[in-house]
């Protein structure tokens, strides 16, 4: 079984920085897609961030320059670095795992998404 768990989010300035990461446990095959998503107050959860088993990348285009996914050595840590990030950041924000799932595809196919933490909030406010 997989599970994830999320932290790092916190209360930020306007132009601030955070990073999320994620703890995975329970994996029994490397082919997984990860991906943020997160979910803002009346907004549907949306796709920011994915990186799949080859190391490919897609951003949401709203965060694309200032965001930056990655996973460790090991594989069982992703994470989310945040830079110059703006109140509309503010969001839950949630990991979750695909099985063979290209990342460009991952943020527009939430439904794939089967594995999910419990989230992190991360607030950008003056």
């Known amino acids: 079984q997989v599970q994830l768990a999320e932290s790092g989010g916190d209360s930020v300035l306007p132009g601030g920085s955070l990073r999320l990461s994620c703890q995975a446990s329970?994996?029994?095959?490397?082919?997984?897609?990860m991906t943020w998503f997160r979910q803002r107050s009346g907004k549907p959860r949306e796709g920011v961030a994915s990186?799949?088993?080859?190391?490919?990348?897609d951003y949401a285009d709203s965060v694309k320059g200032r965001f930056h996914i990655s996973q460790d050595n090991t594989k069982n840590t992703l994470w989310l670095q945040m830079d110059n990030l703006k109140p509309e950041d503010s969001a839950m924000y949630y990991c979750?795992?695909?099985?063979?799932?290209?990342?460009?595809?991952?943020?527009?196919?939430?439904?794939?998404?089967?594995?999910w933490g419990q989230g992190t909030q991360v607030t950008v406010s003056s």
């Open positions: 979750a795992a695909a099985l063979k799932l290209w990342a460009d595809y991952a943020l527009d196919v939430i439904d794939d998404f089967h594995y």
């Open positions: 329970g994996y029994t095959d490397s082919n997984w897609c």
């Open positions: 990186i799949d088993n080859n190391g490919r990348t």
